[in-house]
């Protein structure tokens, strides 16, 4: 799937959201099509009929930034949505994305099996994903929040013993928890957010973000076909383009052991590591941080305690006399 279509199945998806009288346009008898006809678009927009259908299907490349900037005004696009096109727009012009069309289902032969599968090559291993020793000290430092490294493909590429201890998919024995695995092939999941369906569609929105910002990263690639050959509900969500930026917000959680709470998210990119992101979740009332702090006794280390006989090791080390 390229870029260029990729483009036009944005477009078509976000026109038929766009009621004509929205838009200023008189609604004369029964229409065939949900939202904006093509012409509509295209005059609204100012372009020609032929160009615009063009870029809808696919066949044509390089819009102007006016032709964008125009666009992005007819269909009411927000910001988030507005990056997305000029990313699709300009992906389009340099090299194909290898992400499945909306609602495709591919075969593993295509692009390998997906990981948790067991196979040879397993996806799990993901290259280069090494982190730096300084943002390993960085979590554990900010242990009283729940914070993790997030990858560009939401895998989890190191998270702090809080994180772990909310989230129990991050604590994966095997291969590279990934968020939206959990989200969508994790049985728990259901229950750990009662609000599901709103992190289902938020975590599919990141990905369509991502896919647009790194058309050439396989890892996301195959992190996208896996999910859309096993969870049909993925497949729907990613068929309906809708993209969404993971910054900030609130998440609900309902925890086996301290129950249900609700956490602030910030999402904080690091410089330097491109598409990664640190995000970090804390307690907006004293009932979630009571929550987390009951959890965070759970997770702490047992505390030292000194050796029997200790008293009496240090009386007898040199350069202290028995009493002092």
Known sequence: MNSASELGAFLKSRRSRVLPGAAGLPVIGRRRVAGLRREEVADLAGVSVVYYTRLEQGRARNPSDAVLDALAGVLRLDPTERAHLYDLARRAIRRAAPFPPAGHVQDPAEHGDFEGSGSPGDADAVPGVAVREDLHRLLAAVGAVPAYLLGPAMDVLAANDLARALVGGLGASTGRPNLARHVFLDASARDLYPRWDDVA???????????GRRPGDTRLARVVTGLSRRSPRFRELWAAQEVREKSYGIKSFRHPLVGELDLAYQTLSLPGDEGRSLVVFTAPDPRADDALRLL????APPAAHPPAGDSESRASRPGRSPGA
């Open 201 to 211: 569609r938020q975590t599919v929105g990141f990905l369509r973000l991502s896919a």
């Open 296 to 299: 965070g006794s759970w997770t």
